[in-house]
């Protein structure tokens, strides 16, 4: 089972950026689609961002697009979310997982996701 490290977090001003890394350890790092995913308090946790293998392939949540991006390098065993323009609303707890999915379809679904981190807070004042 793959081991997942969430860094990056932080507080933050409405307008910031902010970069998130998620180091993985354990079986081949290229073997996982992996996603990132977001709980606010009180709230449900929701689908941010998935990349596949190779990290040709990404896709957003409606509510990300445009200001968040998803890379990976495989030789480094690290997938980072490069998140601009943060919002108050962007406020929650990010949780890195691994996949064995690979329809883009399937990435957005946790249920999916057999491995996860333990999350790290970002925190955007308006």
């Known amino acids: 089972q793959v081991q997942l490290v969430e860094s990056g977090g932080g507080l933050v001003q409405a307008g910031d950026s902010l970069r998130l890394s998620c180091a993985a350890s354990?079986?081949?790092?290229?073997?996982?689609?992996m996603g990132w995913f977001r709980q606010a308090l009180g709230k449900e946790r929701e689908f941010v961002a998935a990349?596949?293998?190779?990290?040709?392939?990404?896709v957003y949540a409606d509510s990300v697009k445009g200001r968040c991006t998803i890379s990976r390098d495989n030789g480094k065993n690290t997938v980072t979310l490069q998140m601009n323009g943060l919002k108050p609303e962007d406020t929650a707890v990010y949780y890195c997982?691994?996949?064995?999915?690979?329809?883009?379809?399937?990435?957005?679904?946790?249920?999916?996701?057999?491995?996860w981190g333990q999350g790290t807070q970002v925190t955007v004042s308006s």
């Open positions: 354990g079986p081949p790092f290229s073997s996982y689609a």
């Open positions: 990349i596949n293998r190779s990290g040709v392939n990404t």
């Open positions: 997982a691994a996949t064995n999915a690979y329809s883009d379809y399937f990435l957005r679904l946790q249920s999916k996701y057999s491995a």
